[in-house]
């Protein structure tokens, strides 16, 4: 069976538009104080890591979908999150994995900023972003 060529596989998740905030949108705060370069954990259930890279903050799911390993404990360069167990590379904008290692795509969260504070949606994106990529 041949499986028809899809454009959006290695697009962007759609964000949420500005000034919307969801009724169970969970309050991060002031965008400024959100250190860049730097993961760390902002809720328990559902597990929700924050990493800003630049002017963007992202929200992922904080646990390696391969060892279960907390993300937070992590280190990122870029916009690419490494986990502490088996060092497995996800993209903090997508939450697909890189490097040697494929995984499950890590769960990615909206976050929507509303005067200058940021609130993430808890529902994860759709599905079809948490596909697993291919080795290279």
Do not use: N, Q, W
């Not at 949420?16 to 902002?42: C, K, S």
């Amino acid at each position: 069976m041949k499986v028809p060529f899809r454009r959006d596989r290695g697009a962007r998740p759609e964000p949420v538009p500005d000034g919307v905030v969801p009724e169970h949108a969970l309050r991060l705060g002031p965008v400024g104080d959100v250190p860049e370069g730097v993961i760390r954990r902002v809720s328990d259930h559902p597990p929700i890591a924050v990493v800003r890279h630049g002017t963007t903050i992202h929200a992922v799911e904080d646990r390696c979908p391969h060892a279960g390993a907390l993300l937070s404990r992590g280190t990122v360069v870029g916009d690419t999150i490494t986990c502490p167990a088996h060092h497995t590379c996800f993209r903090a904008d997508t939450g697909r994995s890189s490097g040697r290692f494929a995984s499950r795509a890590l769960r990615t969260y909206p976050i929507v900023v509303v005067d200058t504070i940021a609130y993430i949606d808890p529902t994860p994106r759709a599905a079809k972003a948490a596909k697993r990529t291919a080795c290279p």
